[in-house]
């Protein structure tokens, strides 16, 4: 998720290889090739966590629902730009909202 939002801004600086590049060059395929299969693992992976956080498990609940957030979070700061790097805009008004805007109940 990190690579495909970020990778034009990684260009920039001295980096290891991104998903994209290796990607790339292993399969011999365009960037929006790439792009396209980044995405769609992502969403194959949505699909097998929320199958998965449906069964029964060994696992405590309480364990699984913190990775679970932590994948959302994920989503959140990597959705369709890097929100870690430039955390100025949206993602400032993400944590806001969290932490200090009050819930209507």
Partial sequence: ???IVSNEF????????SF???YMRQY??????VVQE?????????KDINKESLMPTDVPRPFLTHIIN???FMDV?????????HS??????????????????
Avoid at 41 to 46: G, P, S, T
């Fill in 1 to 3: 998720m990190d690579d």
């Fill in 10 to 17: 990684d260009q920039k600086r001295d980096h290891v290889s």
């Fill in 38 to 46: 980044g995405r769609k693992r992502i969403v194959d992976a949505w």
């Fill in 88 to 105: 100025e805009g949206e993602m400032k008004a993400f944590i806001k909202a969290l932490l200090l805007d009050p819930m209507k109940i």
């Fill in 28 to 33: 011999n395929v365009s960037r929006e090739g």
């Fill in 20 to 22: 994209l590049e290796c």
């Fill in 77 to 85: 700061v990597y959705k369709d730009k890097d929100n870690f790097t």
């Fill in 70 to 72: 932590l994948s959302r």
